[in-house]
């Protein structure tokens, strides 16, 4: 599993060009190249599938690379140097990722240029790691593109962090452990990697704080399992595009990801992964809404003692702020 989770920034920003959020006044002309949108995760929750549905509908160019982690690893990764070409665009676009990889800053400009290539159509970067990125760089980003659309892809923290474990066993990025010893599972659930995108409720509150309401999309994981052609074509409409057209031979329900091997997870280690991620999974329903508001009680843990007791907190600090 990397550590590049911790999200240590040790290499320079460029100066910013300015200060105001998302919603001041654009930085770019209609014209010029920039993404779309940015879908920041959250990984194992339907990511693959986004892309797969997006690279082969019409309106659509997709880079050759579903995760370009240009803001979390300056594209310094074996994907980008290893992806075919499928026609000229790919390969504009693959050429002009090596030379910006090769500086040792963040660029905003020269990233927006990647993007030259979708000309009309419209275009993205799809990397759940950004779900982990700094407030100074969420800021840095929707700055520079304050017309950008933000998609987060939420997922039951529980079933999102024990799919993460068995893909990394499976891609040996991390020791095989005893998945029947609760002890050894905490201590991978306590991985950085793993940690910091298991709490939606804080990412999507995080990418809020600069991101324009209606701008900013929560889709859930729940749906693309309970009805995936619905969901493309909420996301699609979002982004602008006909929900009409096909995505070539690839159908909604098609999920590549499905049937792959996973860990075996016993009730014991459910219900001691479920008590791990309690206050999030309440904070969760009550933040995101949607299929969240039910994710708690399938753990038997109760919303309305959590409701509750933000009401006391939040008694307190009145009673305090009275007192002052």
Not at 38 to 64: I, N
Not at 130 to 149: A, C, G, Q, T
Not at 152 to 157: I, N, V
Not at 214 to 235: H, Q
Request: proline share 6%.
């Amino acid at each position: 599993m990397d550590n590049n989770a911790a999200m240590r920034w040790a290499w320079p920003l460029t100066p910013r060009v300015s200060k105001r959020r998302n919603g001041g006044g654009n930085h770019y002309s209609a014209g010029d190249a920039c993404p779309d949108f940015l879908c920041v995760g959250a990984q194992k929750a339907g990511t693959s599938w986004l892309y797969r549905q997006l690279e082969r509908h019409p309106d659509f160019w997709m880079p050759p690379v579903k995760e370009l982690h240009y803001f979390d690893e300056l594209s310094r990764v074996p994907a980008v140097a290893c992806a075919r070409p499928r026609g000229e665009r790919d390969r504009r676009f693959l050429e002009n990722i090596k030379d910006l990889s090769a500086q040792s800053h963040l660029d905003l400009e020269d990233y927006a240029r990647l993007f030259e290539p979708k000309g009309s159509l419209l275009s993205g970067d799809i990397t759940p790691a950004y779900s982990m990125l700094s407030d100074e760089v969420i800021e840095r980003i929707v700055d520079r593109f304050p017309n950008l659309k933000v998609i987060f892809l939420a997922r039951d923290p529980v079933e999102r962090a024990w799919s993460q474990l068995s893909m990394g066993v499976r891609l040996r990025n991390i020791s095989p452990f005893d998945a029947a010893d609760v002890d050894d599972v905490i201590r991978n659930l306590l991985n950085p990697g793993v940690l910091l995108r298991s709490h939606p409720s804080k990412i999507v509150a995080r990418w809020k704080r600069y991101v324009r309401p209606e701008l900013f999309r929560i889709y859930f994981f729940d749906d693309l399992e309970r009805n995936p052609a619905e969901l493309r074509r909420s996301i699609l409409l979002f982004l602008g595009a006909d929900p009409d057209k096909p995505s070539g031979r690839v159908k909604a329900k098609q999920n590549w990801d499905t049937g792959k091997e996973k860990l075996r997870l016993t009730d014991n280690v459910r219900s001691r992964i479920a008590k791990f991620f309690e206050q999030e999974l309440k904070a969760s329903a009550a933040e995101l809404g949607g299929p969240a508001k039910h994710w708690p009680a399938r753990y038997g843990f109760s919303l309305l003692i959590f409701a509750l007791q933000l009401m006391d907190d939040f008694d307190l600090l009145f009673w305090c702020d009275w007192i002052a």
